[in-house]
């Protein structure tokens, strides 16, 4: 029976004592209770032991934020982790948005994205919510701030797709239809552009979305592409919008095409009549619409350049040769179907010829000024390098009897001649060292009716030739010294530019001194000494010439001279006209030797005509005023006594006014031969002086002296020389004040010679036809050109061509014309030849080349492409392969390598390697264009290599990456991806960046997402611009509170385990060949055999916590669009 006892715990008791007591009163009760009880104790033993938990009052927060998130994100995004100690749940209470929410939070505290559509940057760019954290013993209310980082709107294409219809054949720039996109984001400026394809008929405008034909060609409903469809990309500067536009061809006439005709064969100087439609020029001509209303006209464009042509519109014609025309010639001309012309052909058309004239060519020679030069040899005469094209024998008929400079010339049948200069003037004054040209005309028969003219020219050398030194005589007075003496004045050299000095002076016949200043002498007379004196002088030309002259010198005796009585002036008072008062004065005079006086003008009235003459001591004087002249006038009267005496006096006159006449004075002007209404103005230099105020017309014209004719314009003449005449032509014309007076002078018009520029025959422009490359067809074109003053011409490349180069030069009438298009263009060009006679006269004619289309090969590039072991590899060998006209490519043709087989399906080679086979392997394939080139590549095949990739700028092959990851540090709790920009420009797009973890296999290619080879990896959507040589490191944390920028968590899966020795990689990757990526904008991230944006093989390390605030960033970010993953 169970014996209860109370046993307590006392306070302060030691637990063994308690123990010890409860024990033994058990054990001693009742075993068996002892052995219950002794089980309960060691649980009470247990629980004293461990201390009981003790709860607060309510929950605590440790963590609440701040946290950021980007603007748009998607439901489920995880925001941030807030942290409460002892709490159970969280709500959030208030600052959530509309509706529902805007986020969302568990009982853990991750608060996460519930409606993106209110986490919008532009309407709320902050939230603050109240979260509430709740426990058994209440609840904690806290603020969370999340910040909505801005990310850039995309624009939206306002339609899904556009459909516009264009006819066939329109021009270039021909609107097809405008698309349009909206953009939310304010100030953002929408720019269109087409994305990069096999379409290249059309272009957009970037600012309006104008879509617009870019090539014409492309547009022809008969080539069997009724419809493109080309994607149009609206963007913001930053993220973009898609839509495809298909663009239908409505089918529209088609331009006939005509076709070259010819030769066809006439005869000189007979109408050509082709009367046979089945013969006329539109028999091969063709027209691609099979409409059967079409009926082809043909339509002259240019006529025949030697003849005329009628051209009838069913494309018979008739063609007269010009007179006396035999070769090639041609016309050309177009078909018209009704609607549309059709390209320009030309006809061509052989004339046989009869008899042709001969060809005088021009000859040259020299000789110097002094010698005759002889031709005696008939091979080296003026017929040895004339030319018949029936080469009949040819012989001199005429020949000019002088040059055009003055030289005797003698011209034989044969062509033998003598030519002498010595007879010339103009010749004989060149100066040695001079040289000058001389030419004289022969005509030649060719014993038929044909004859031609040649010039021939002849080149001079001057030579010095001596002066001629002329006797000289003067007259000095007795006693007199340093008698300037000018004997150079009459003494002439033939030579032009010679300068005559005075070298030596010979002794004196009478005593007298001669002093040589070198080009004048100086003479004294001997004292006292009265008679005649003679000496030689000696004059040089400076070149070796000389001559001697002699002087004879008159010494007279010194006279007393004459003095006139009335002093050293008189007056006189006259009237204008002399009427009604005349002029009159008598002079007289004396003379101490009493020699005889005679009376003369000195110097004479300015404004009349003075005189007196005869002999004694008394003169009469006269003086008649010019016409109409009044106001003052004077002259010098001179008496002298016949010894050398002599005295003057003034006589100054008063003329006191009466009406005048006009003053009208003689004309010289010049026209041109053959011109005609030239006007003249000879009142120019008439006056009505002395009288004012008077207006001068002309009343009356006299015939002319040379056949010229004028009209009377009153205050102007129309003068038209004779058509033939050249020189001077006389007549009269009078005019009038409109009072009384009238006058007449003489008009001397010089009707001048003029040159006469050349002609070219050909008109002024001209076609040539030809094949681009100038094969098989090469340009040809002779032109020819007539110059009436017979001048020699001369040819040269006004304007040079466009699209190639044109070459002439050289002289003549007739010249071959070289033109030579860039290499592999067709179509139009043009360029300008120019004639000059050397003479100041031009011509120039526009020659227009229609370059016609020869297909080019096409230019098969070298490939190279590895492959794993026993892998079959499929490559796009068209790629880089190229053709000049843009031709479509497909291969025709493939060789097996040493080490496998190929295949091919047109546009692409499947290499299939031999089993086991390593090394590299190559074969060779062929490309055709379509229209008859070809050309063969070789492709080298790496085998038991795996690609290495390089994302690369579009045309430049760089051997290095733009984007590379340079460095991993991994642990379970921060990952870090370090990403380089080694490129010369800042990124324009966005790109993805996977992050493997324990791939298998590794990756090795292009665009390999992680989930492709692995179970778990993390992604990063970047969408800022990185600089060039910057850097940008991307981080995730498991950490509450890492913002984790540019992590995406729903392409992401991530456990949040990493054991240490784990292998991680990273890559660049645009997850679409033709999406853009790395730093700059490319359509494929293979180039040649080498892809270098996967990194190599990193492991992970021990956990490395995450520190609050090292946020990924990069300086200087720009928001880029992001291609769709």
């Known amino acids: 029976m169970f014996h209860q006892k109370r046993v307590c715990y006392k306070s302060g008791q030691p637990i063994a004592k308690f123990f010890r007591q409860y024990f033994f009163f058990f054990q001693a009760a009742n075993k068996k209770a002892f052995k219950i009880h002794k089980l309960i104790f060691w649980v009470l033993f247990l629980g004293l032991l461990v201390p009981m938990p003790v709860f607060a009052a309510a929950p605590v927060f440790t963590a609440n934020g701040p946290f950021n998130i980007l603007e748009n994100s998607s439901a489920g995004t995880f925001v941030g982790q807030v942290v409460a100690t002892g709490a159970t749940s969280y709500a959030i209470t208030a600052g959530n948005g509309s509706g529902s929410g805007a986020f969302s939070i568990d009982n853990s505290g991750n608060i996460r994205v519930a409606d993106g559509t209110q986490v919008n940057f532009e309407t709320t760019p902050t939230f603050t919510l109240t979260v509430e954290a709740t426990n058994v013993d209440g609840t904690t209310p806290t603020s969370v701030t999340i910040n909505v980082l801005n990310v850039n709107d995309p624009p939206k294409m306002d339609q899904s797709s556009y459909e516009f219809s264009i006819n066939e054949n329109l021009p270039d720039a021909s609107l097809v239809g405008t698309v349009s996109a909206t953009d939310n984001d304010p100030g953002d400026t929408v720019v269109y552009s087409l994305i990069p394809g096999p379409v290249t008929a059309f272009s957009i405008d970037n600012d309006d979305g104008e879509i617009r034909i870019a090539d014409t060609t492309q547009i022809d409903y008969e080539s069997g592409t009724t419809s493109y469809t080309i994607y149009v990309l609206a963007s913001d500067g930053g993220l973009s919008d898609i839509a495809p536009v298909t663009i239908t061809i409505n089918e529209a006439n088609d331009a006939p095409v005509a076709v070259a005709d010819g030769p066809y064969s006439a005869t000189e100087d007979t109408l050509l009549e082709v009367t046979l439609v089945a013969d006329g020029v539109l028999d091969n001509d063709t027209d691609q619409d099979v409409d059967p209303v079409d009926t082809l006209t043909a339509v002259l464009d240019t006529q025949a350049t030697n003849g005329t042509v009628n051209l009838n519109a069913n494309g018979t014609f008739t063609y007269m040769p010009d007179p006396q025309f035999d070769g090639a010639d041609s016309f050309t001309y177009h078909a018209n179907d009704g609607t549309a012309d059709s390209n320009i052909v030309t006809v061509t058309i052989n004339v046989s010829g009869t008899n042709d004239d001969p060809t005088a060519n021009n000859d040259t020679y020299s000789t110097d000024e002094d010698t005759t030069l002889t031709v005696s040899l008939v091979a080296d005469g003026v017929l040895d390098n004339d030319t018949d094209p029936e080469n009949d024998t040819l012989t001199v008929t005429n020949n000019d009897a002088t040059s055009v400079k003055g030289a005797a010339v003698s011209v034989n049948a044969d062509g033998t001649f003598s030519y002498n200069p010595t007879g010339s003037a103009t010749i004989q004054a060149l100066d040695a060292g001079d040289s000058t040209t001389d030419t004289f005309t022969y005509t030649i028969s060719d014993g038929s009716t044909g004859t031609d003219t040649g010039t021939v020219t002849i080149n001079l050398s001057g030579l010095n030739d001596a002066p001629n030194a002329v006797n000289d005589g003067y007259t000095v007075n007795q006693d007199s010294t ?229 009209i009377n314009n009153s205050t102007s003449l129309t003068y038209t020389p004779d058509p033939a005449f050249i020189g001077t032509d006389v007549f009269t014309y009078t005019i009038s004040d409109g009072r009384s007076g009238t006058a007449t002078a003489t008009i001397r018009v010089s009707v001048d010679d003029v040159n006469f520029s050349p002609i070219i025959t050909e008109g002024t422009t001209k076609g040539v036809t030809m094949d681009e490359d100038g094969s098989p067809t090469a340009f040809s074109l002779t032109l020819n050109a007539t110059d009436a003053d017979v001048d020699t011409i001369t040819w040269s490349i006004q304007s040079q061509a466009s699209h190639g180069t044109a070459s002439v030069s050289g002289t003549g009438t007739s010249k071959a014309i ?300 720009q928001p880029l669009a992001l291609p769709a993953r």
């Open 482 to 710: 340093n008698n300037t003496l000018t004997v150079l004045s009459n003494d002439t050299d033939a030579d032009a530019s010679a300068s005559l000095t005075i070298t030596a002076v010979g002794a004196t016949s009478n005593g007298g001194n001669v002093t040589n200043n070198t080009t004048s002498l100086s003479y004294s007379p001997a004292a006292s000494y009265v008679g005649t004196e003679t000496f030689t002088y000696t004059i040089s030309d400076g070149s070796g010439g000389s001559d001697t002259a002699t002087v004879t010198i008159t010494v007279q005796a010194v006279n007393q001279p004459p003095v006139i009585t009335q002093g050293t002036s008189t007056g006189v008072t006259m009237d204008e006209d002399s009427s009604p008062t005349a002029f009159s004065l008598t002079l007289n005079a004396t003379d101490g030797d009493g020699d005889t006086l005679t009376w003369s003008i000195k110097t004479q009235a300015a404004r009349g005509t003075a005189s007196a003459s005869g002999t004694g001591a008394s003169k009469a004087i006269t003086y008649i005023p010019n016409a109409n002249v009044n106001g003052s006038d004077s002259f010098v009267v001179r008496v002298s006594d016949g010894n050398g005496g002599t005295d003057d006096i003034t006589v100054n006159v008063t003329i006191d006014e009466q009406n005048d006449n006009p003053t009208p004075a003689d004309d010289s002007p010049h026209v041109d031969e053959q011109s005609s209404n030239n006007t003249l103005y000879p009142l120019f230099n008439d006056s009505a002086s002395p009288d004012t105020g008077e207006t001068l017309t002309i009343i009356a014209v006299g015939p002319t002296n040379n056949g010229g004719t004028v």
């Open 818 to 1117: 070289s033109y030579t298009p860039t290499a592999n263009y067709y179509g139009s060009d043009s360029f300008t030849v120019r004639t000059s006679d050397g003479n100041g006269g031009a011509d120039s004619i526009v020659v227009n080349v229609t370059i016609n289309s020869v297909n080019d090969d096409p230019t098969a590039v070298a490939d190279i492409k590895a492959t794993p072991l026993d892998t079959a590899v499929t490559i796009n060998v068209l790629t880089n392969d190229t053709d000049p006209e843009n031709d479509g490519l497909t291969i025709t043709g493939v060789t097996n390598g040493s080490k496998g087989n190929v295949t091919h399906n047109g546009t692409t080679v499947t290499y299939t390697p031999n089993l086991g086979e390593e090394g590299d392997d190559t074969f060779t394939y062929t490309i055709s264009d379509g229209n008859g080139g070809t050309d063969t590549g070789t492709v080298t095949v790496r085998l038991g290599t795996y690609e290495v990739f390089l994302p690369m700028a579009v045309n430049n092959f760089v051997s290095a990456p733009d984007l590379v990851v340079t460095n991993i540090n991994a642990s379970s709790d921060v990952i870090e991806v370090v990403i380089e920009n080694q490129g010369t420009v800042a990124t324009t797009n966005g790109f993805w960046v996977d992050f493997y973890i324990a791939p298998d296999p590794v990756p090795t290619h292009e665009n390999q997402q992680w989930s492709d080879v692995a179970d778990e990896g993390l992604v990063w959507g970047v969408s800022v611009s990185i600089p060039a040589g910057g850097s940008l490191t991307l981080t995730y944390s498991t950490a509450p509170g890492a913002p984790n920028l540019y992590y995406v968590a729903s392409n992401s899966n991530y456990g949040g385990s990493l054991p240490v020795g784990t292998s991680v990689y990273a890559q660049v990757d645009s997850a679409h060949l033709t999406t853009s990526y790395g730093g700059v904008l490319e359509t494929h991230e293979i180039s040649g055999g080498a892809y270098n944006n996967v990194s190599a093989e990193f492991t992970a390390v021990d956990s490395v916590p995450y520190v609050q605030g090292t946020a990924a960033a990069i300086l200087n970010e």
